[in-house]
């Protein structure tokens, strides 16, 4: 599976556009490192019992009454049953989905979201389990998180292209609702893949962008511009493959480059028209001044 990175405007690959941002990055080393470590402790065994076992007992997510503890909501997010669990989630998941969502949003911004849906995830899998498929064992892996994070790129880029089996051109936002489906559909069967996570974790994406749009919409003051500049590109029209457009990369060690000489509610009135002008005409309608006055904002919100 692999997507068509036309439809929507990208900055530059080098410099201002990182392959790995940092929280991916670290997400992708610490699964890494954690499969390893509980690889490693399978070869060991503790009154019997393997240790591997006993890890994922501890930090894996136990239904209530079962050896459930607060911290697991976390734990399981990082835990793998295979390699081929964990290749899917960190690479045609979080990577190939996340890259883009983490760039838009910031770093902090995206980790809170990450972790919150898969928090959610794990609670829908214990509340909803006992009643639809009970599970008998701990539920480990970061799908619900990389559901969520596949409704927020869905959100910013509905009309990019999917490429299933490298072959079949399927949008994002049809190809999200087919995962859906699909896991409603598989509610109560038999198998070992948690589709109330994964559903929980879609859910809890879908209704933070539904609160974050709502900000948007509400009006951009001081305490809802961050928010409003990670949403706004949502609600941009797409451009065809031809328009894409290369924004420009400023110097973000030169922080002192820009001193705004107008007062601090006149200042604030000129960013809201700029995010306004993206909303009606794009990021590429943008003049060089606009760009940078946004960029050195952003910056000073960080």
Known sequence: MSYNQGNYYRPSTFGGFQFFPPVIKGLLITNTAIFILMWFFSAF????????????????????????????????????????????????GLWMFGMEVEH???AKKFLIYYLSCGVVAGLSQLILSPIFEPALGPTIGASGAIYGVMIAFAAMFPDRYIFLYFLIPVKVKYFVIILIVFGVMSVGGQGNVA??????????????????????TRGRNRGTFQSSMSSAPWSRPTTSAGDVVDAKVFDINDAKS?????????????????????????YQSLSEEEKKILFEASKRMN
């Open 45 to 92: 065994h503790f009154n019997g019992v393997s240790f591997h076992m006993v890890l994922t007992t501890v930090f894996g997510l136990m239904p209530f009454g079962e050896g459930f503890y607060p911290w697991q909501l976390i734990t399981y997010q990082f835990l793998h049953a295979d390699f081929w669990h964990l290749f899917f989630n960190m690479v045609f």
């Open 195 to 216: 589709n109330l996570a994964h559903l929980g974790g879609a859910v809890a994406g879908y209704l933070y962008i539904l609160y974050d749009r709502r900000q948007l």
């Open 104 to 106: 838009v949003w910031g």
């Open 258 to 282: 820009f001193e705004p000489k107008e007062k601090p509610a006149d200042a604030q009135k000129r960013i809201d028209e700029i995010l306004d002008k993206i909303s009606r005409s794009g």
